[in-house]
């Protein structure tokens, strides 16, 4: 059964006590609900890319109550001060460098050396945030390929019994997701279109790029282009052997022989695969002594589909 809570101190005390213990909690911001969980909490958030459904890692926007808050995680610039003093509260979002010590979960960003930080203008999704003391990864309340929710009737719709609980604060009053500007090039790039235009973004920046128009009708995630995280090292999928030469991603009883090994689940449960793949790759990549990984095989059901998905672009040629 998913609770409903009212927007109201007990409500916000409830809902922050569910995210701290790991649970996915549905929240209403100024642009639409998003589905959240604690971003330091890997597991949590494969939770988030299981009720969702979704066959891939996109890079999950983490939500914070104040400007300095996000700016502990991420390496801020003038850019990002500058914008975050303009538009924050506001629908932006910031995609920065991830600080050197930062407490998010690599899966939270997809494995990349950036994180997508914003603070929304909401009364209500600020308390939470406050009340929960940890950045909150929230991606838009639907199940994937569904459009985005504005009430928490519709998050109903979506996610009823696959989630703790929502907290219904009433309809979303801008309805389109935030802005999505990238600052972590030499240029500011905006991936997606949204609740700040490009015009306001260029009074404060200057020049403010758009991602190239992408091939093939499906929006693709920018986080999932070309820039996106892949190991250095070869990967190789579907693997039945292995030596020395060999990192070994294993997933149940490890394959003999390899000169390094990094367990994603012993216990081939996909939620905790998903949680630990993106410190995995990052770990043989690093490890001395291999010269490639090798994946053994996860099977294409629930959440396998999505790591499958972002080892098939591990192992993609480059
Ligand atoms: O308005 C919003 O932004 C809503 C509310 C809930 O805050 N959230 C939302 O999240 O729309 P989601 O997951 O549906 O979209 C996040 C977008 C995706 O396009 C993703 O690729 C991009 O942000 N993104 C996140 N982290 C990124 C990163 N490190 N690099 C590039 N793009 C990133
Ligand atoms: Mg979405």
Redesign the pocket.
Known sequence: MTEILTPDDSGIARAADLLRAGALVAFG?E?????GADATNADAVAAIFAAKNRPRF????C?YPAAEAAFAHVVADEHARVLAERFWPG?L?L?LPRAADCPVALLT??G?D???V?V?AHDVALALLRRTGRPVA????NRSGHV?PTTATHVLEELAGRIAAVVDSGPSR?G???T?L?L?GPEPVM??P??VTREALEACVGRVRTAPPLAGAAPR????LASHYAPSRPVRLSALAVDTSDGLLAFGAPLPGAGATFQLSASQDMAEAAARLFEGLRYLDRVPGVRRIAVMPIPDTGLGLAINDRLLRAAAPR
């Open positions: 911001t642009t639409v609900y998003g589905l996109n890079p999950l926007i939500h629908p979002t995609v960003g997809a990349l950036t994180l997508a914003r929304p929230a991606p838009s309340a985005s801008v389109v997701e935030s999505v990238d972590s991936l997606r949204g609740g995630s920018p986080g999932l």
